[in-house]
């Protein structure tokens, strides 16, 4: 890390953001104290004509963050899903970032994909527009396949981006650590991690061939859901700089006056928004982790089509089921359910005490549930339980926190749709529903006889991995970990009883 160009790229950052005046608006957002706003005007008003200046048009954060360059845009349309952390008012201010930047011209989007594909454009499509949006990593346009004459969607990579981002997050890391000295009020909100999870989720959008692959998954995981569509990708004319996509038109989301003139019920889309987000991170385990009204439209017939799939989350099995249940367990008010299902899968340290927990749990239920219906909010739900589990011991999980902030953005969307939405009246059903069918004896017995078939492929191996057990339990120069107080001979036999009971039940089913 090349620290002088760092420490520039801080003041600059702060000369910026005093110029534009965006610097009261980040400071307040950040509800940070008088010193902490002293400090910063301290370091960023001597350098206030190094500045760059933006387009005066725009809001000033938004001003601060487009002349900044991508990595500080992007980390602008993070932000902007996150209006539990900046606040309604700077979370409205930087929804511009999603969807309306200035594009690059279109003969350098031109270059870009001859290059990628090897051939002339021309040689690819009949027709291709000039952009019809661009955002921090990426624009896209309008074309025609000339062999086969489809309408598809072309997104190509901004040149340079990569070598752009990489710089702007090293300077991102030391203000990141420059904020945690200085500033003790934030380390609540963990900037370094922050910092982390951005780096990991902008490095993957810089490839599009993962984006492709993650469309492509989704498009099949989806393709049963009603009133739900997902371009799929043109494999042959895709690659790293660049993806294609069918073309999908639509509605903006945002756009209220226009669905209603389409003749759509926003109830109806408000409702099945939230109810399919849930669904596939519940049922699918993979979600779309950037789902705010730029991304989705409404076709024609009322379909939602969901756009831009850089950020996917995933969650495994036992996770998901983990946390339907505390879902259910809070929908039920079971509180000590839901304690008990924290301590049975780890999440919070057993030394802890668990009727302590429920009772913090309680605290968390009872004053959402006493709202009126139309004002009980998941999200909510969601940031007050993670603020407790954190209190006793809980470690954070960076998909978890994908899941809730895309639960906050998704709750945005309905409500945005549907002001008088009850979210338990929605939700309910898909988490119980999920919870019928995964947890519980159906559920256990389709697990044996999925063990049953993992420890089939290791039979023929199972003796020697007991000799090798045997002897390594048996010298005392080998240290074995493994649960105190559990002898190996144990273990084997509890491997081979699940083995039977596994075939057994296989068999059966």
């Known amino acids: 890390m090349r620290g002088p160009h760092n420490i520039w790229r801080l003041i600059r950052t702060l000369a910026t953001l005093e110029q534009t005046g965006a610097m ?15 400090a910063a005007k301290v370091l960023g008003w001597p350098f206030k004509w190094l500045g760059l200046r933006g387009d005066p048009a725009l809001p000033p954060a938004t001003r601060a963050l487009t002349a900044l360059g991508p990595a500080y845009i992007k980390f602008g349309q993070i932000l902007s899903t996150r209006p539990d952390i900046v606040g309604e008012a700077l979370a409205e201010q930087l929804k511009y970032l999603q969807d309306k930047l200035p594009p690059f011209p279109t003969e350098v989007a031109k270059r870009i994909i001859a290059e990628e594909l090897g051939v002339p454009v021309d040689q690819v499509f009949s027709e291709f527009s000039e952009p019809v949006a661009a955002a921090s990593i990426a624009q896209v346009h309008r074309a025609r396949m000339r062999d086969t004459g489809q309408e598809v969607a072309v997104k190509v990579l901004r040149p340079g981006i990569e070598r752009a981002f990489r710089k702007d997050i090293d300077a ?3 203000m990141a650590r420059t904020v945690e000295i200085i500033a003790p009020f934030a380390r609540r909100l963990r900037p370094m991690d922050v910092i982390t999870h951005f780096e990991g989720v902008v490095m993957e959008e810089l490839d599009l061939r993962l984006e492709c692959s993650a469309a492509s998954e989704f498009a099949d995981n989806t393709k049963v859901d009603e009133g739900f569509q997902v371009p799929r990708p043109v494999w042959r004319l895709s690659g790293r700089q660049l993806m294609t996509l069918a073309w999908a038109e639509g509605t903006n989301m945002a756009d209220n006056a226009a669905i209603d003139a389409a003749g759509h019920d926003r109830k109806v889309l408000g409702a099945r928004v939230l109810s399919l987000f849930l669904k596939h991170a519940l049922r699918d385990g993979l979600f779309h982790g950037d789902m705010h009204q730029g991304n989705l439209k409404v076709a024609a017939n009322g379909d939602i089509i969901a756009y831009d799939f850089g950020i996917m989350g995933r969650i495994d099995e036992y996770t998901r089921r983990v946390y339907a249940e505390i879902l259910m367990g809070f929908i039920g008010k079971d509180y000590r359910r839901v304690a008990e299902v924290h301590f049975e899968a780890g999440y919070v340290p057993a030394n802890r005490d668990i009727d302590e927990f429920a009772r913090a749990l309680r605290a968390v239920g ?16 969601l940031s007050y339980l993670f603020e407790v589990t954190e209190r006793f011991g809980m470690e954070t999980r960076t998909e978890l926190i994908l899941l809730q902030r895309t639960m906050v953005v998704v709750e945005g969307v309905a409500r945005g749709l549907d002001p008088q939405i009850n979210i338990w009246q929605v939700a309910g059903p898909v988490v119980s529903g999920y919870v019928s069918r995964n947890v519980g004896p159906v559920a256990l017995l389709r697990d044996l006889a999925q063990t049953a ?14 000799e090798a057990a045997l002897i390594r339990q048996a010298e005392p120069s080998v240290i074995v970990v493994q649960p105190r107080g559990v002898p190996v001979w144990v273990g084997v036999v509890g491997v081979l009883a699940a083995l039977a009971v596994g075939v057994a039940v296989g068999i059966w089913l």
């Open 366 to 381: 009872e004053p959402i549930f006493g709202m009126d219906a139309n004002r009980i909010s998941m999200a909510r739900l």
């Open 172 to 174: 991102f890391y030391l």
């Open 453 to 466: 078939r993992v420890l089939a492929r290791f039979g023929p191996r199972l003796p020697q991995i007991m």
């Open 24 to 38: 009261d608006q980040v400071l307040a957002a950040f509800q940070a104290p008088k010193r902490a706003r002293l």
